[in-house]
């Protein structure tokens, strides 16, 4: 009997080591003032996620090595005890749970993960919210990608979104003007006709590290192999900022951050089941 509790154990061992090797952890952090409300896509799929962070406050999303998606911050939400409710910016349906891409303008992080993992954050759909992704543990090039400036301050009149007479977006010139050109469509659909505009100029200048228009691919797109990563929203790109590890929120300066763990309980809590049904029956 000892035999084969120690061979059970060993199994359930073996499994959570895979499972974690199959997996990667995205540490999704709130430095800012107010609530957000990230959302989640799994790319052309949008039944994603959607959940509340307070200032100071962290939340894990647990994928796949092979998952591609959005994540991005919603701002000024009301949402009812059912999850019905809208955002003044970053809307994905009229639910907390995303049911469609964010509505512009956003300020969204984009992966695709694989043996080579592709990162960047893209201002293509205009700017909501600082916001900075950060790779842990990974090989390769994996820098830091990010607009960790507030494109709202000096946005253009012509791009400003407004509520309650506070500027809480800055638009593109596409969702602006409409036009090819802006747009990086028709004759303007290919990397020798769209061209850098002053609209974009003035969003690369702020940031850098993140796209500013539709082929804006050689400054904006980092690569990185077996990493896990780290969204933070209104941080610094060169700040130290609180990550995942071995299911641990670790945060070497700032304090007070607390953790809402998402996926990754569920198998070991299955595990654990099968564990204490396996004795039962002996």
Not at 30 to 51: A, L, R, V
Not at 102 to 121: H, M, R, V
Request: hydrophobic letters at 35%; one cysteine or more.
């Amino acid at each position: 009997m000892a035999s084969h509790l120690n061979l059970f154990i060993f199994t359930i061992i073996a499994s959570v080591i895979k499972l974690s090797e199959s997996t990667r952890s995205f540490t999704i952090v709130n430095y800012c003032k107010d609530t957000i409300w990230p959302g989640i896509t799994h790319g052309e799929n949008f039944s994603g996620g959607g959940f509340a962070l307070k200032p100071r406050q962290s939340a894990v999303y647990t994928a796949s090595p092979g998952w591609g998606g959005r994540i991005w911050a919603r701002t000024g939400c009301n949402f009812d005890k059912k999850g019905n409710g809208k955002c003044q910016t970053g809307s994905c349906g009229t639910i907390l749970n995303c049911t469609a891409p964010s509505s512009p303008p956003t300020s969204i992080a984009e992966f695709n993960l694989g043996q080579i993992d592709y990162y960047d954050i893209s201002l293509v759909d205009g700017f909501n919210m600082p916001i900075v992704v950060k790779a842990v543990n990974g090989t390769g090039n994996c820098s830091t990608a990010g607009c960790d400036g507030d494109l709202r301050q000096n946005c253009p009149s012509e791009l400003t979104l407004k509520a309650d007479g506070k500027v809480v977006a800055c638009r593109s010139a596409c969702d602006v003007f409409n036009t090819d050109e802006y747009c990086c469509r028709g004759m303007y659909g290919n990397p020798s006709t769209c061209l850098p505009t002053n609209y974009s100029k003035s969003f690369k200048q702020v940031c850098p590290a993140a796209y500013s228009f539709a082929y804006d691919d050689p400054t904006s797109v980092i690569t990185c192999t077996g990493a896990d990563y780290i969204v933070a929203f209104c941080a610094s790109r060169n700040q130290t900022i609180c990550s995942y590890h071995d299911k641990q929120l670790a945060c070497n300066q700032s304090k007070g951050i607390r953790v809402i763990s998402h996926g990754w309980w569920v198998p070991i809590l299955a595990l654990s089941f099968m564990f204490v049904s396996w004795w039962v029956m002996l």
